[in-house]
């Protein structure tokens, strides 16, 4: 008699075990790996979504801070790479010097500010950085450098 009641237990917990598995079948997975549709913005917004900045238009690194001007400019002349840049500019076609400041040309058309290898200097853009882009992640902070800073 106990086996009768424990066979008719399983099947009947076989046949609720049958009826999940053909339900989990037929449902459509929630996530797709890999993704066959690229990522909308709206999976991953940029800073100027962010921010509500409705048509971001290409910057400039805004320099008005003169310390940060001279450190940059005091660094061209200690970056050897920097030093053969100003000496022969007309051999840098993608390169522009403008108030001595040296800027590269992005394929997009934008200019940004190159700065030497010094690492305080960069720390303190750095920090400028995460200060306006906020806690957005590595990512973010990175694409608004970038967008700036070469």
């Not at 989990?24 to 979504?49: C, H, M, N």
């Not at 108030?99 to 997009?108: G, T």
């Amino acid at each position: 008699v106990h086996k009768l009641r424990r066979s008719k237990w399983l099947k009947e917990q076989l046949e609720v075990r049958d009826l999940k598995a053909q339900g989990f079948a037929s449902a459509k997975p929630a996530v797709v790996w890999p993704r066959e549709e690229p990522l909308s913005s709206k999976d991953d917004p940029t800073i100027e979504q962010a921010l509500g900045i409705a048509d971001p238009s290409p910057r400039t690194a805004d320099l008005e801070d003169t310390q940060l001007r001279e450190r940059i400019q005091r660094g061209y002349s200690q970056d050897k790479f920097y030093v053969e840049i100003l000496d022969k500019p007309t051999e840098h076609p993608r390169l522009v010097i403008e108030q001595k400041l040296i800027y590269m040309m992005s394929p997009a058309g934008a200019k940004v500010v190159c700065v030497p290898w010094d690492r305080s200097l960069i720390t303190t853009i750095l920090d400028q950085a995460h200060c306006i882009v906020g806690h957005f992640g590595y990512q973010k902070m990175l694409k608004y450098t970038c967008q700036l800073y070469w």
